[in-house]
């Protein structure tokens, strides 16, 4: 299919390793170099997976390479992405896929001047063939229109004041944490499945421990144990929790939550959708099952069966009936996907893909930031309308003072009562543009 990939993955940490044994498993690409940081760890991963190039920079392997695997944390998804982009390498970044709407939005001017290369963001849970599944039945009306929408995603790695690990800094993370490292998972799911976009939200989010203890000796890897004695006080802004009323472009309301601090849920991903004549229920924790709901009959517990799915999401079911797929397959899948893209030199947005693109990375982008702008202004939030005033505002070129009349002039359009003003001393993350922090208050 394609032997004569060459990848290069960046990012040696929690993420690029998974990457690794996935294109390793898919073993018809080639794995030739890896890249981080920190040396030592790309050298150990290079000698745990039989790597023959390692470095700390995506700049001395993209001669070597035809595709880049992007798992930097979020700050770098950026530079990283744009960097193979213009290059010329095909790029599967990891999500989000970037910091904000002004990073995403360059990586899609960047990609209209490169159109070659195929582009893809890891939204690995869409991959799951019962995902799939539950795709092409509300395609076909098994269900009826789409009523409803609810779930969550929940964790609970973060619910000590113990617990620390880069996601929670807003300058390595992003202005969001809980919203955008899993919520963002879950939109892309939702959308995936119902086939429509979310156009409107209303939000609540909260800093459940605004004050944490991160180890001096800075050992915080994703999901470890807080440990040790030795710590320094930090405060956090980042949201712990977040609850999001939203309405879809098809007409369909719904609302999930997500949180980082619940008891006893590892990764309780969960989605339902009503329609007009059933209902379908999929937890990611249970992910070889869909509870089909049904009012006048009896309702059903479908299990993964390759023969007994639609022809769509048998493609995706990797193993027999009985033989478990999860998280790790979705990721194969997710990748695979990606490779025959390539290999078949198909066209991004031209060429259908099940994957997800940079487009509907920035998609969940424009999403995420109008959830932060609604739980700021606890407002109902246009997720369009919104993205119509930033682009007006990039287009831009003067001082301070015009940006803030622009953000005024947002305020009059949507007619929102809010007191603004300046604060220098802290970051809010809904107006992009570095030395200019705005703070709103009631």
């Known amino acids: 299919m394609c032997g004569c990939l060459r990848i290069g993955v960046v990012g040696a940490g929690f993420v690029g390793e998974r990457h690794m044994d996935a294109i390793r498993r898919i073993g018809q690409a ?16 290079s000698e745990q997976y039989g790597i023959p190039r390692c470095g700390v920079a995506i700049d001395e392997i993209l001669d070597e390479v035809d595709v880049i695997h992007n798992c930097t944390p979020n700050n770098m998804h950026v530079e990283v992405n744009t960097k193979a982009i213009r290059a010329g390498k095909h790029i599967f970044s990891e999500k989000p896929l970037a910091l904000n709407t002004t990073e995403s939005r360059a990586m899609l001017d960047c990609l209209r001047r490169n159109p070659k290369v195929v582009h893809a963001v890891n939204f690995n849970y869409r991959m799951n063939p019962m995902v799939q599944e539950m795709k092409q039945k509300i395609a076909a009306n098994e269900i009826g229109d789409v009523l409803l929408v609810h779930g969550a995603y ?3 790695w973060l619910m000590f004041d113990t617990d620390y690990n880069w996601r929670l800094e807003p300058s390595v993370g992003g202005p969001l944490r809980a919203i955008a490292d899993i919520g963002s998972h879950w939109i892309d799911a939702v959308q995936t499945v119902v086939g429509s976009s979310i156009a409107e939200v209303c939000a609540d989010l909260a800093t459940l421990i605004p004050i944490r203890k991160k180890r001096k000796d800075d050992r915080a890897a994703t999901f470890s144990k807080g440990g040790g004695t030795d710590y320094e006080l930090r405060p956090v802004t980042t949201e712990d929790y977040g609850a999001v ?18 008891a006893g849920r590892k990764n309780c991903l969960y989605l339902e959708v009503d329609g007009t004549k059933s209902s379908l229920y999929w937890n990611q924790e249970r992910p070889e099952e869909i509870f089909i709901g049904n009012r006048d009959s009896a309702s059903l517990l479908m299990t993964r069966s390759p023969d007994q799915l639609s022809a769509q999401a048998a493609s995706y079911a990797c193993l027999p009936a009985g033989h478990p797929e999860g998280w790790n397959d979705a990721l194969l899948n997710n990748i695979r996907a990606f490779y025959r893209f390539i290999a078949d030199g198909k066209v991004p947005g031209v060429d259908d893909c099940d994957f997800a693109t940079f487009e509907d990375g920035h998609r969940v982008m424009q999403i995420a930031e109008a959830i932060l702008s609604s739980s700021r202004t606890r407002s109902w939030v246009s997720v369009d309308g919104r993205e119509r005033h930033m682009r007006r505002v990039e287009q831009l070129h003067v001082s301070r003072t015009v940006q803030i009349w622009a953000q005024r002039l947002w305020e009059q359009e949507t007619a929102l009562s809010r007191n603004l003003r300046l604060a220098l001393r802290q970051p809010v993350g809904e107006f992009p543009y570095q030395g200019l922090e705005l703070c709103v208050s009631d």
Request: cysteine-free.
């Open 30 to 45: 080639h794995l030739v170099a890896v890249v981080d940081t920190d040396y030592d760890l790309a050298h150990a991963r």
């Open 154 to 156: 929940l964790q609970d």
């Open 245 to 262: 009323l939203f309405r879809m472009r098809n007409g369909a309301r719904g609302v999930f939550y997500v949180s980082q601090v619940s």
